[in-house]
């Protein structure tokens, strides 16, 4: 499996959990360099503490930092305006 990962902040310590993790399936997710793209807009955002991309499975999992919130409307923007669509998301 493809596996790609990122963290929002460079660290030189280890990050304590992320209080949610968000799974968002997106279509037309299909290499690295639209990879590359929806993790440069999560990234941006400072809730996001990391983003893991599969694109195996075409899922995209974003770990939001403790206390921090994306609504399903601000996940399928963001998606959006990397210019792929949310098939699914759900919360753990």
């Known amino acids: 499996a493809t596996m790609l990962r990122s963290t929002a902040a460079s660290t030189l310590w280890p990050l304590p959990a992320a209080a949610e993790d968000v799974r968002v399936w997106v279509r037309g997710l299909v290499c690295g360099f639209c990879a590359q793209g929806i993790e440069?807009?999560?990234?941006?955002?400072?809730?996001?503490?990391k983003i893991e991309i599969s694109l195996d499975s075409k899922l995209v999992t974003i770990g939001l930092r403790e206390g921090q919130r994306l609504t399903d409307k601000e996940i399928d923007s963001?998606?959006?305006?990397?210019?792929?669509?949310?098939?699914?998301?759900?919360?753990?």
């Not at 963001?78 to 759900?90: N, P, T």
């Open 78 to 92: 963001i998606v959006v305006a990397s210019g792929f669509s949310v098939e699914r998301i759900e919360r753990r």
């Open 40 to 49: 440069q807009k999560f990234s941006s955002h400072p809730e996001v503490q």
